[in-house]
């Protein structure tokens, strides 16, 4: 491609409106332009990167076995209520009327779609196992569209799904998909980790998310160096530390007029963060089916997982406590909780952390004022106990194997195994080899193609702009011209630069715009290309082209031979 | 690809619901499946073809230098309201609301779009001419979606939008993209033919439908054997015939008891039907902006041209006349109409062929009588002269250089010169040379790809199914294998075999399936693979394969150096 005749069209002021890196660079480089909120255009150089990961997603896909088809955009009211999914989506599905008042939504996901495809054209256990993937735009209507594609209610989503006789058939694909998927991110050029994730809305027995590394991910995640284990931080288990030490302190009242939370107080007293005990209200259901009032009890140090409290009997549908409740039951105001006294009867559950502390800090349950020196059993009876809190840096591997590290990451791939959720839903069987009729086994598989264009900038950009793993750059090599127009040489041995590298099946781009060298270079740099190449007369005088490596310190000076071999011809 | 691991599921029955060859074939061949009125899912067999045509159309494209780009398919109301067409393009936008109760519409085309994006972008001259397409899912609520792909309300276009300085370059863009449209359906293999067209909805200058020819097309087109003219029937015209005859019969009336029709009446008076006269009743406005009753004339082998009719004075918005107003008018009942004797003034236009004509026979505007022998300028006064009606085969083409002929085709690509429909109503302006803001001249330039794969159909076929041109085919080669689990030589050379072909770049499909050879010769006919070559235990034996071109009557026994021959490699 010659520049002169693309369209590029970069800024030179950061957008106002984008506040994360890769909104801010794709903006800047002209590789979107938004049309509405949640809503943008790919421009030419923009669809040029999509275009290039979507090969790479379909080409890994092809040669897992999978069978590109693709489903309408719109689909019928009727068919996601088969499912239930009409209402249990909740207001992320897009619904519309067609002219005759028909219902319908933009796809968000095809489950449903493509059940229905695989019960009207498979009838036999012989025709499985089958994995049918589509590369497709979806839409979720986002109440707070943000950070350009990264969450834009308009999307492109590679989605698949499996179809099998027996759950053995499942796993074997899952794996399959498992790998298809780091052999994609690989290849992509991306630093990810696959992590064991909860399975959320889509339910099903067994799901890992795939992550792109990068400081601004939304998700944390945690994972072992030194083992396979990895997890997302909501899942990650905390396993219980070693035995709990015997009591050494008295139990003692402390005056912490102002000191409400635990930094506050652990600063005051001069003890380490560990040492104190954080007291969560909540309302959860006791066993007579009435409200029970609970204390859920982690170490001043560690954050409550709410996923894990509310797996626990009784928190399914758990609430905080107000303030009435707090008071009616602990004779409190927040900031000064504990679980010793309460004014009425309570339930306490404690961290496995928390079972395994001695001589710790607790609220007093009255205002300026808590309780140092406690211990369980002697002040305390012993507690319930359970993994309440997020794993942190540090804590022991679950497999026992090392410790773990948090890092974070931008969720661009999920694989689930679905088992029968959808097929028994919709009455979808197939024969089996005896001829009785069974409900296939059924797994899926997305990848967010667009958000890992954003994904990737958030991974990959210094202070000049975006610096493009090589697979997914929208070209891989630029050839500058130092001002075409005077030196008919200097162009014409760029052009010949270019035709050769393209002819090595190179994708080269020509800056043949006649820009100055500064403003030529940032664009370039800005826009990511990983090779430069300059031609001006003054190295062609010498017989040598300027190359710089976009990650790269400086410029070197090589020969065209040297060049061309640097360049993987 | 290896049929064994491919999807295909072939019908034996001829669907029901399928009225055109096209959509019975899709059916029957499993390319579609219907999701909804007017929604389907592309098989893995039809997405194959569907992504032969998309690709075939994106390398012309490009190598016409136009740029490919993404808008996104949901689109927010104030763009479309900036040009009135929210109103205007009327129910077949489909329109919605999302969550904050804000209205968007599915794009059906993308003039908004494309022209927000472009004042947002190109602020000079300098940066014209550019040329940006998109190759997206599109969606009109059709109120009868039919025919399959063909009529669906969602599909798939290439839409191009181009920008120009001035008028000289807008031609000199639609030029090239109409060559550009002649290569893509060249290439794609079909006969075609590019014709000058009403730009009905879009409005601008000039405007050419390129339409696939086939018998069983909607549209009817009119062109010249030994000229380059071409035209929609809507729009040629129909060039006044030689000199009007002398009078030479006696003006009287005929006893036409049951005959109304001009048919009836020729047969009955044993006349041509060319000396006959058609009387068509509508009411325009007349000069004083009243009601005008008016009679257009054609011959009675002609039909009236309503497109033509309502381009004439005060018929802009005419209608039929009801009988009432033809009883007050002519006196007579519908049937025995005539220009001679009205019972009130009235307005008469004859086609250029009636007004040349002499001694011809009208309705008597009374029941069961015709007048004949009428002649102009004797009988009646000389009337307003038009081009009223359908040009016929065996016409005299418009361009003097020959007869018309008249095929049928379906329309798949259109270009318009739109001028600066849109760039005024958007406010859309670039710099001049002299730095006044000026507003730049469009062209938009249509694809219906997913149309294109019926409109081939309709083309190419016979009893046994479709007969895909080589470069739409979902594979050239079958390489089928008689009894692949018996023989395992069989199955080796097939194998081999298969690998040379891909090697070679032919894109070739193994049918490994184990089918008996009639189902599997069957499969391969109605899907349409143009070569296929049969590997048998006894052709094997005597050194050769059989080979049979899917429009070829018989197959040929071939050794393996002429079949790669054959088969281009």
């Known amino acids: 491609m010659r520049l002169s005749r693309f369209h590029l069209h970069t800024e030179k002021e950061t957008p106002a409106e984008a506040e994360i890196v890769s909104h801010k660079l794709m903006l800047k480089a002209g590789m979107i332009r938004k049309l509405a909120a949640g809503l943008y255009t790919w421009t030419p150089l923009g669809l040029r990167v999509l275009r290039k990961v979507e090969a790479v997603v379909r080409e890994e896909m092809n040669r897992a076995g999978a069978i590109e088809m693709a489903m309408?955009?719109?689909?019928?009211?009727?068919?996601?209520?088969?499912?239930?999914?009409?209402?249990?989506?909740?207001?992320?599905?897009?619904?519309?009327?067609?002219?005759?008042?028909?219902?319908?939504?933009?796809?968000?996901?095809?489950?449903?779609?493509?059940?229905?495809?695989f019960r009207q054209e498979v009838a036999s256990y012989k025709q499985l196992p089958l994995n049918f993937y589509q590369i497709t735009t979806k839409f979720r209507d986002e109440i707070r569209p943000r950070f350009g594609v990264m969450r834009a209610r308009e999307f492109v989503m590679k989605d698949a799904y499996s179809f099998h006789i027996d759950d053995a058939s499942l796993a074997a694909e899952y794996r399959n998909m498992y790998d298809t998927y780091a052999r994609i991110f690989t290849r992509l050029g991306l630093r990810f980790r696959a992590v064991a994730a909860d399975t959320g809305a889509i339910g099903g027995n067994a799901s890992h998310e795939f992550h792109v590394l990068a400081d601004s991910g939304e998700d944390a995640l945690a994972f072992c160096e030194t083992s396979d284990y990895a997890a997302?931080?909501?899942?990650?288990?905390?396993?219980?530390?070693?035995?709990?030490?015997?009591?050494?302190?008295?139990?003692?009242?402390?005056?912490?007029?102002?000191?409400?939370?635990?930094?506050?107080?652990?600063?005051?007293?001069?003890?380490?963060?560990?040492?104190?005990?954080?007291?969560?209200?909540?309302?959860?259901?006791?066993?007579?089916?009435?409200?029970?009032?609970t204390l859920a009890l982690v170490r001043g140090d560690h954050m409550v997982n709410t996923i894990k409290l509310a797996k626990l009997p009784g928190l399914?549908?758990?609430?905080?406590?107000?303030?009435?409740?707090?008071?009616?039951?602990?004779?409190?105001?927040?900031?000064?909780?504990?679980?010793?006294?309460?004014?009425?009867?309570?339930?306490?559950?404690?961290?496995?952390?928390?079972?395994?502390?001695?001589?710790?800090?607790?609220?007093?349950?009255?205002?300026?004022?808590?309780?140092?020196?406690?211990?369980?059993?002697?002040?305390?009876?012993?507690?319930?106990?359970?993994?309440?809190?997020?794993?942190?840096?540090?804590?022991?591997?679950?497999?026992?194997?090392?410790?773990?590290?948090?890092?974070?990451?931008?969720?661009?791939?999920?694989?689930?195994?679905?088992?029968?959720?959808?097929?028994?839903?919709?009455?979808?069987?197939?024969?089996?080899?005896?001829?009785?009729?069974v409900h296939p086994a059924m797994g899926c598989y997305g990848i967010g193609v667009s958000r890992i264009v954003a994904a990737a900038i958030e991974q990959n950009h210094d202070d000049a702009g975006i610096c493009w793993p090589e697979a997914m750059?929208?070209?891989?090599?630029?050839?500058?011209?130092?001002?075409?127009?005077?030196?008919?040489?200097?162009?014409?041995?760029?052009?010949?630069?270019?035709?050769?590298?393209?002819?090595?099946?190179?994708?080269?781009?020509?800056?043949?715009?006649?820009?100055?060298?500064?403003?030529?270079?940032?664009?370039?740099?800005?826009?990511?290309?990983?090779?430069?190449?300059?031609?001006?007369?003054?190295?062609?005088?010498?017989?040598?082209?300027?190359?710089?490596?976009?990650?790269?310190?400086?410029?070197?000076?090589?020969?065209?031979?040297?060049?061309?071999?640097?360049l993987g011809r």
């Open 72 to 117: 309408p955009s719109i689909q019928p009211r009727e068919l996601w209520e088969e499912t239930g999914r009409w209402e249990k989506f909740g207001p992320q599905l897009l619904k519309l009327r067609d002219r005759k008042d028909q219902e319908y939504c933009f796809t968000p996901t095809a489950e449903e779609a493509v059940t229905d495809f």
């Open 232 to 293: 997302n931080v909501e899942l990650a288990e905390a396993i219980a530390p070693g035995p709990r030490p015997a009591p050494s302190e008295p139990l003692r009242e402390v005056a912490t007029p102002t000191q409400k939370t635990c930094e506050e107080v652990a600063a005051l007293l001069g003890i380490p963060l560990a040492r104190t005990v954080k007291s969560v209200a909540v309302i959860g259901t006791g066993p007579d089916g009435q409200p029970q009032f």
């Open 316 to 437: 399914a549908e758990y609430r905080l406590a107000n303030e009435a409740e707090i008071l009616e039951y602990l004779g409190s105001e927040p900031g000064f909780l504990g679980p010793l006294n309460p004014r009425k009867p309570i339930r306490v559950i404690a961290d496995r952390s928390v079972a395994a502390m001695a001589d710790f800090v607790i609220g007093a349950n009255k205002p300026g004022a808590h309780i140092a020196g406690v211990n369980w059993g002697r002040d305390l009876p012993e507690p319930e106990v359970a993994d309440l809190r997020n794993v942190v840096e540090g804590d022991p591997s679950p497999d026992g194997k090392g410790v773990l590290r948090i890092a974070r990451g931008i969720e661009v791939g999920h694989v689930f195994a679905l088992g029968r959720k959808y097929s028994e839903a919709m009455h979808c069987t197939v024969l089996d080899a005896h001829g009785k009729a």
């Open 473 to 566: 750059a929208p070209w891989q090599v630029a050839v500058c011209i130092i001002n075409p127009k005077q030196d008919p040489a200097v162009t014409a041995a760029a052009e010949a630069l270019y035709s050769e590298l393209l002819a090595a099946g190179i994708d080269t781009v020509l800056d043949d715009r006649g820009l100055r060298p500064g403003a030529m270079f940032a664009d370039i740099e800005l826009i990511g290309i990983p090779h430069r190449v300059v031609v001006s007369a003054r190295g062609l005088e010498a017989g040598h082209y300027e190359y710089r490596a976009r990650t790269a310190s400086a410029s070197e000076t090589l020969d065209k031979v040297t060049l061309l071999t640097r």
